[in-house]
């Protein structure tokens, strides 16, 4: 039974590069999540899918971020144009739809950004 | 206004004591629940324990209890016989609302067992 994955582990851009992670959740998940982490912090919630749509977008997903899920499998989030406030660690994240208060999130490792 | 906080930034605790990870959150929804997370230094987020807000009884996980105060709005994490191994980041977050999905994090505790 495979986890949450997430690729790269490590991306160092330059400023005004675009860049584009992955994760791929575990299997028989419906509902995948993207965090953003910055050192000594909690995970701040950025955009929640089940299966292909898109249901909630934090106000933290500014326009140059993006993120799909196109087949209600692995998921993409992009970052256009790169500012160095963009360096954090990006966490994914997938549950299982349980209609349950308790529907706990299985988190993957992690793309951690670096903005030069 | 911060919905979850951990005022504790760094515990430190001898390996064999219990420590107390405090967390207190703020919602007007009777319906909610409060989770608890590890993060090692990997980086990957691991699930503790969990606590409902209707439950009657304090959750318990292996080592791992929560001690829930709802009048106080506090459900704190309990680590009994610390292990060099549950030195990491700890988080505690909160889901509230009917149909709510996402859950909203503390700022964590760091702790360390000293051997």
């Known amino acids: 039974d495979t986890g949450v994955s997430q690729d790269p582990r490590h991306k160092i851009t330059k400023r005004g590069q675009n860049v584009t992670f992955r994760c791929d959740p575990i299997?028989?998940?419906?509902?995948l999540y993207w965090y953003r982490q910055t050192l000594g912090q909690g995970p701040e919630f950025l955009t929640y899918?089940?299966?292909?749509?898109?249901?909630?977008k934090s106000r933290l997903l500014s326009d140059r971020f993006s993120a799909e899920r196109p087949k209600g499998s692995f998921s993409t989030l992009e970052i256009q144009r790169t500012e160095q406030g963009d360096s954090a660690m990006y966490l994914c994240?997938?549950?299982?739809?349980?209609?349950?208060?308790?529907?706990?999130?299985?988190f993957g490792s992690g793309t951690q950004l670096s903005v030069l | 206004a911060q919905k979850i906080t951990q005022t504790q930034p760094g515990m430190f605790v001898q390996e064999k004591e219990a420590v107390t990870l405090d967390c207190t959150y703020d919602?007007?929804?009777?319906?909610?629940?409060l989770f608890w997370y590890k993060q090692p230094s990997s980086g990957e987020m691991i699930f503790l324990i969990y606590?409902?807000?209707?439950?009657?009884q304090n959750a318990t996980e292996g080592r791992y209890s929560l001690n829930f105060q709802k009048a106080r709005k506090s459900a704190n994490l309990v680590i009994s016989a610390s292990q060099l191994g549950d030195s990491a980041m700890y988080f505690c977050?909160?889901?509230?609302?009917?149909?709510?999905?996402?859950?909203?994090f503390g700022q964590g505790t760091r702790l360390t067992i000293n051997p």
């Open positions: 994240a997938s549950s299982l739809n349980s209609g349950r208060r308790d529907e706990k999130l299985f």
């Open positions: 299997s028989e998940h419906n509902r």
């Open positions: 899918f089940q299966n292909e749509a898109q249901l909630e």
């Open positions: 919602t007007s929804d009777p319906s909610y629940g």
């Open positions: 606590q409902g807000s209707y439950d009657q």
């Open positions: 977050a909160m889901r509230e609302g009917k149909g709510a999905q996402k859950l909203v």
